[in-house]
Structure formats: C-alpha cells, structure tokens
C-alpha cells in the first residue's frame, strides 16, 4: 500500500510559478511510475505530466514547455515545477503512482487527496 500527500499548492498570479511536492511512504518508491493529474471546477481529471524510475516522461500538450515532473527516489518524493502560470491552470492538483508506465488515470492505482492551485489574472 502506497499513502501519497501532496503539498505546494496555493495562490499566484498569472506568470508565477509554484512547486508541488507529493511524497510517498509504503511500497517500493522507485519501482513506481508517477503522474500529476489535475481537475478543474466541474471537469474531468486530466492527466498533466508522468515520470518512470528512470526519469522518462510524459507531458500533456498544455503544459509543455510550462511545467516539469521531476522526482527524488531517496526523498521517496515527486515534484512537479510549475512556471508561467495561468489562470486556466487553475485545479486541484493530484498526485498518483501506477505499477508501469502510463498516462491514462484509470491505470494509477494509488492516488493523493489533492492540493488546490488558483491561478489569477
């Protein structure tokens, strides 16, 4: 069993940048993939960025060149950097971790409660 908690979110305004944290205990970390998902009011939750162990990743389109998943396996901690933000960014933030390599969510089998990022203009 995997406990994820996310943490970093808050209150920017458009062009800031945030870092969120997610960090896991139980289980083998680095064995893990790891994904960023998001949802915004009254959307679905999309996919924003996945890691492997070996630091291979994935990034939706809207975020590329914006946003950077990283990850610490000693830490047992994933980061997500997050830089020119805007106010579409605006979300509850997850934090998930999947037993291979994927972008879609129903995949993941271990998911954090979330952190709220608000993004204003």
């Known amino acids: 069993q995997v406990q994820l908690v996310e943490s970093g979110g808050g209150l920017v305004q458009a062009g800031g940048s945030l870092r969120l944290s997610c960090a896991a205990s139980?289980?083998?970390?680095?064995?893990?993939?790891m994904g960023w998902f998001r949802q915004a009011p009254e959307k679905g939750r999309d996919i924003v960025a996945v890691i492997n162990w070996s630091g291979t990743t994935y990034y939706a389109d809207s975020v590329k060149g914006r946003f950077t998943i990283s990850r610490d396996n000693a830490k047992k901690t994933v980061y997500l950097q997050m830089n020119s933000l805007k106010p579409e960014d605006t979300a509850v933030f997850y934090c998930?971790?999947?037993?291979?390599?994927?972008?879609?969510?129903?995949?993941?089998?271990?998911w954090g409660r979330g952190t709220q990022v608000t993004v204003s203009s």
């Open positions: 998930a971790a999947a037993r291979s390599f994927t972008v879609l969510g129903r995949e993941f089998d271990y």
């Open positions: 139980g289980g083998t970390f680095s064995s893990y993939a």
